[in-house]
């Protein structure tokens, strides 16, 4: 991975984080993973350190201003750079409008939109001309297709993607006009099968959007032309070019990996 040596991966100890993880160090990267989940957080980085890659585990939650500035400070620390962040971390919610809770709102949003704006603010200080880095880089954000579509007793959740989306394009504006050499695009995933994805489906049963689980796996895998549904690792092609110098000139950019569903 020319010149994107260190990458640090919010939400990296599972799902789609895990697998971002695995092929950037496989792409000869080094890795610091943030999770709030610190104990899957150190398994992961225990593997790929026992396959001879280099990674740290730290604990990260994501809402919280001051653990963003100390997690990329040590993972510059570290590894002495800063070349990549993957805002990863997200929580999702169904629930109808008519049933959410304010408490529930300002919780998902915390995560899913202020930490993403937390993670461009202290990465791109770093990763800006006259920043503790200085070189420039890569910031890729994860949005999903349901910032893209609507979809029942997933308002909320599709609010904070959808907000994702414009933050992406407007931090990469703002990165080119002020001359940072920051690129910002963002993946917009289809459902994929995760812990995440897994339970999506379980709650929008239970939330009255299908009647049951066979219904619901009929009906989900129907909406996917390629014919099935995602793997976190269908996702990482995407996010290794977006880091690599042969996306130099793409920011603000969008890349849909749905399997098609957002097609028809």
Known sequence: MKQLEVAYVSGGATGIGAAIDTSFVQQGARVAIGDVQLEKAEQTAESIRKQGGEAIAI???VSDEQQWIAALNQTVETFGRLDV???NAAIIQICPL???EQGDIERLMSINVTGTILGHKHAIRIMRPGGKVGQGGSIINLSSVGGQI??????VYSASKGAVRLLSKSAAVECGRFGYGIRVNSIYPGLVGSDMGNKLVDDMIEAGVFPDRATADEIVLGGYPIGRTGEPQDIVGAAV????EQSSWMTGAELVVDGGMTSH
Do not use: E, K, R
């Not at 609507?150 to 308002?155: M, R």
């Not at 070019?241 to 690599?244: D, P, T, W």
């Open 59 to 61: 604990s990260h939650d």
């Open 150 to 155: 609507g979809t029942p007793a997933l308002s």
């Open 98 to 100: 008519i049933d959410v």
């Open 241 to 244: 070019f977006l880091a690599s």
């Open 85 to 87: 962040l993957i805002n």
